[in-house]
Every structure is written in structure tokens, then in C-alpha cells.
């Protein structure tokens, strides 16, 4: 009796031991992970375009002078190559703030008048191919809700500094001497820069804990200025971008 006991003391022992020392070797491990930094940087690339009431515009600001009549406006109905960079700082894992760079390529307009002058056809052609470019620093609030270990959803809303250019060509038809011809110009806007409300919507996948992929929309809403026949009235417009890319976290 007295050695089985004797062996049961034994054991609490080395059962109290294998606790202890497991407790000091994962403890040990815990003290030598290096904890995650709050910062990340991403980038992605994708296809820009724009909305807006623009051939509203055009017809609103009436005819530039007498002899003029509005006869068509739009915008261009394509995409544009664009992209971003960013960086940003982790309060939580719900919550940070980023800072990014966005080009939103360059979007074409086009308008018509017809023009009505001595020696000219009835509604001769006046028309006006407008490029506007995009692109400026956002600063931005953003939330992620995970969806599971992999997967999250994330909503971001804050400012865009935009900085807008825009050039146009002019087909203007002439008759000086009773021959009609087309006298081709070029004008380029003053740059124009703006502070908007920017917002977007997006997902990521988390391939390890360094890496994820994204896929983000963001849009800046009102930029430029309503068409008037001013240098910096060359029309307000809403740019959006849908872009893929990844994003790494140190």
C-alpha cells in the first residue's frame, strides 16, 4: 500500500510538472511572436467611368451667342484603364483610416450646335471634343465586418482632393470669303482643383496573415464645375472605379 502511494505521489508530480513547464514553453512562444503592425499598404488596378446629367447641362447653359442653337451632348459610354495605391492604419481590426492615390484615366464628351451665319448651310456643324483627366489623394475612414476567417466585406467613406484637367477640339465652320471650310482650334482649361466626397464599397480574401486579395468600388461625386461657356465650366461629373488588386500587411 505504502509503495502504490508512494507511485500516485510520483505521478502528481510529474503530471503537475508537464503543466507547468508546458505553460512556461507556450508562454514563452506567445512572448516570442512579433505582434502584427497596424499598417498596410495595397494597390489595384481596374476600368473607370463616369455618369451625369452632362448633355443637361450643355442644353441648359443656352447658346453662347447669336447665330448658335444646342444640338446634341454626351459623354463617352466606355471604360477607362485606372487604378490606385494606398496605405493605410489599423485602430482595430474593424476600424482604420487611409490615405491613397487615385487615377481615374481621362473621359471623353462631345457637343454639337448648329450654326446658322451668312455664307454658312442651315445648321452647319459646330462640335467640341472634350478629354477630361482625373486623378487626386483620398483620405479616407473605413470599416470591415468579417465574414469568416477568409473572407470580409468592407464600406469606406471620406474626401478626395481631386485634381481635374481639360482640353477640348473645336470643328468650326467658316465661310470668310463665300468657301466654306472647317477651322480647327484647341483650348485647354485651367487645372481645377476641387475637395470632393469620396465613398466605396468592397471585399478581400485573406491568403495568409500578410497577404489578401481586394475588390473595391469607389466613386467622387460632383467634380468639376456645371457647363457654362466659362474656361472652368466645362461640366460636373460623377467618376467611379471598380479595381482588383492585393493588399499587404507588415
Do not use: C
Not at 450646335?113 to 487626386?136: C, E, R, T
Request: aromatic share 12%; no cysteine.
Amino acid at each position: 500500500m505504502k509503495a502504490i502511494h508512494k507511485l500516485t505521489n510520483n505521478s502528481r508530480f510529474l503530471l503537475r510538472s508537464t503543466v507547468v513547464i508546458a505553460g512556461l514553453a507556450g508562454a514563452s512562444f506567445a512572448f516570442a511572436q512579433p505582434a502584427q503592425s497596424p499598417f498596410y499598404v495595397g494597390g489595384s488596378l481596374g476600368a473607370s467611368s463616369t455618369d451625369g446629367n452632362y448633355a443637361s447641362q450643355v442644353q441648359a447653359a443656352g447658346a453662347p451667342s447669336s447665330g448658335y442653337t444646342f444640338n446634341s451632348a454626351e459623354r463617352s459610354g466606355g471604360s477607362e484603364f485606372a487604378g490606385r495605391i494606398y496605405a493605410g492604419y489599423r485602430v482595430n481590426p474593424m476600424f482604420a483610416f487611409e490615405l491613397g492615390y487615385t487615377n481615374f484615366g481621362s473621359h471623353d464628351v462631345r457637343y454639337q450646335l448648329n450654326k446658322n451665319a451668312q455664307f454658312l448651310p442651315l445648321n452647319s456643324a459646330y462640335v467640341v471634343n472634350g478629354h477630361n483627366k482625373l486623378d487626386g489623394i483620398t483620405l479616407d475612414v473605413v470599416g470591415t465586418l468579417p465574414i469568416n476567417s477568409l473572407f470580409s466585406m468592407n464600406a469606406r467613406a471620406g474626401v478626395m482632393s481631386t485634381n481635374l484637367r481639360y482640353n477640348e477640339n473645336v470643328s468650326n465652320p467658316v465661310a470668310p470669303d463665300g468657301a466654306v471650310s472647317i477651322a480647327s482650334s484647341t483650348f485647354s482649361a485651367p487645372k481645377e482643383r476641387q475637395t470632393r466626397f469620396h465613398w466605396g464599397l468592397g471585399t478581400s480574401y485573406q491568403l495568409n496573415p500578410k497577404l489578401a486579395l481586394t475588390l473595391d468600388y469607389q466613386r467622387v461625386q460632383g467634380v468639376g464645375n456645371t457647363f457654362t461657356w466659362t474656361d472652368s465650366g466645362n461640366g460636373k461629373l460623377n467618376y467611379n472605379l471598380i479595381s482588383a488588386g492585393a493588399r499587404f500587411s507588415f
